[in-house]
């Protein structure tokens, strides 16, 4: 399963993708960040972002499908799904892995 792909290939976590993100926050300790956001709020959050980058104030950005209610279930409802058939070692492991981003991100 992807769980067990994450925590015990080594080639996932090298992947951009897969790898905590907090990994690729700061590159080489020379990039400030002003805010840190996530995609799924995004767009709650654009006012404040057309403050700090005023050549954004034209630009529409679409409402994410949770905001619209398209999705039948949010990202806490398919995470806690997703998360209901693992064992308990796979979830502390998962969990070990991804601990800064969930402080961070608040997942």
């Not at 990202?75 to 969930?102: D, G, M, P, Q, W």
């Amino acid at each position: 399963n992807l769980f067990e792909f994450l925590l015990y290939s080594e080639n996932a976590i090298k992947n951009f993708h897969w790898a905590p993100y907090v990994e690729h926050i700061g590159l080489c300790g020379k990039t400030r960040f002003d805010m840190i956001g996530q995609l799924e709020t995004a767009h709650q959050h654009l006012d404040e972002i057309r403050i700090k980058v005023p050549s954004l104030k034209d630009i529409e950005f679409p409402i994410s499908r949770t905001e619209l209610g398209a999705d039948e279930f949010s990202s806490a409802e398919l995470t806690a799904l997703a998360f209901s058939n693992l064992t308990n070692v796979l979830k502390n492991r998962v969990y070990n892995l991804y601990e800064k981003e969930i402080a961070l991100f608040g997942y």
